[in-house]
């Protein structure tokens, strides 16, 4: 079983739909991060949080440690928006990697 | 520049054949990790460097994969006799400290092995 699961894995949606995409983790963590990827393979980091809300812009974060959860929200969404969206988090102790472990993400289209 | 830049962006390779893929991260960031995203995948953790000193290589798959970041800014990240089951996306990403801080990442090499 992967550390991090997300779903759903493909959601396609109609412009101006309220979207929500949830991650579930299985470990500690000191932080959970919420990536962008479009096609071209360049990554970029939405939020990193590790307690309660974040907003920018459309874009809502939310995690609740106690249920090892978090859900990435999009408002008034857009064909923009349209990408992979990636959770990832920062185990909170231990050895091995000192990186980013990643769920395989999401696979967003938002329709005209 | 401001951002993680990787060179080249692509790269087609013949099996067999050496590659190096470079990061040049953001000026002063302490922390650079190397990631490999198979089609389809999530990326997954390579090698993480704090400065010049390779501080984590689990993630390197096989020998013929060897990392360096002689100067503790600029790395490259290298594949002796590419194999196919080598393609994938290689992303990097610094940071400006160690765990916890936030990660800033390249916008990847896509390496085909043929």
């Known amino acids: 079983k992967n550390e991090v699961e997300q779903s759903p894995q493909n959601l396609t949606a109609q412009e101006g739909e309220f979207i929500t995409i949830n991650c579930s983790y299985s470990v500690g963590i000191s932080a959970l991060h919420w990536l962008q990827q479009h096609p071209g393979g360049g990554i970029v980091s939405l939020f990193m949080?590790?307690?309660g809300k974040k907003k920018h812009g459309r874009l809502i974060a939310t995690i609740n440690i106690q249920e090892k959860h978090s859900s990435l929200h999009i408002t008034a969404s857009h064909p923009r928006d349209s990408a992979v969206y990636i959770c990832a988090v920062r185990v909170r102790s231990g050895g091995g990697a000192d990186g980013l472990t990643f769920g395989k993400g999401t696979h967003l289209i938002i329709q005209p | 520049g401001a951002g993680v830049s990787q060179s080249p962006r692509y790269k087609v390779a013949k099996r067999g054949q050496d590659v190096a893929l470079r990061c040049d991260p953001i000026s002063g960031h302490v922390s650079l990790f190397w990631y490999q995203q198979a089609l389809g995948q999530g990326p997954e953790f390579l090698t993480y460097f704090q400065n010049e000193a390779q501080l984590d290589k689990s993630g390197l798959p096989s020998d013929r994969f060897f990392a360096e970041r002689p100067e503790g800014s600029v790395s490259t990240l290298k594949i002796q006799r590419t194999q196919q089951e080598d393609s994938a996306v290689y992303l990097c990403?610094?940071?400006?400290?160690?765990?916890?801080?936030?990660?800033?990442f390249g916008q990847g090499t896509r390496l085909t092995v043929v």
């Open positions: 990403a610094s940071s400006f400290g160690g765990r916890g801080t936030e990660a800033f």
């Open positions: 949080l590790s307690s």
